[in-house]
């Protein structure tokens, strides 16, 4: 899912030496993230203001850039088919552990059986 750009994030990146320990303690206060909405209130902690039009700009770019460089997670066969939940696969893990299976003995564990079966019937190319 693609991340919306943030009012501080925006700021950062035209003022980087607002950041870090020598950094103002901006605070943004925001409903809709639009600095140009009456809902928007930028405390600049002592740092100069950056006005509004510049900050919705850097904002409009850095949400095309963010847009434009997203590429979705291709889930196909190759990539997901045939593992069980994360959740299933900790617990084959703990009993493997709590079984005492180490070193080459982690080989005969149901985790790695199960992993490698599913490697196997999907090999990556």
Not at 26 to 45: A, F, H, K, L, Q
Not at 91 to 100: E, I, S
Not at 106 to 112: L, M
Request: with cysteine.
């Amino acid at each position: 899912m693609k991340r919306t750009i943030k009012i501080l994030e925006t700021i950062y990146s035209l003022k980087p030496e607002y950041t870090g320990s020598n950094g103002f303690p901006i605070i943004v206060y925001t409903e809709d993230n639009d600095p140009d909405s009456s809902g928007t209130t930028i405390d600049w902690g002592g740092a100069s203001p950056i006005s509004n039009s510049d900050i919705k700009a850097e904002q409009t770019r850095l949400q095309n850039l963010e847009n434009n460089c997203y590429h979705s997670r291709r889930v196909g066969t190759a990539t997901t088919s045939g593992y069980i939940p994360i959740s299933d696969q900790l617990d084959q893990l703990y009993r493997d552990v709590n079984a005492g299976k180490f070193g080459n003995d982690a080989k005969t564990g149901e985790w790695f059986v199960g992993i490698s079966s599913v490697k196997t019937k999907f090999p990556k190319s």
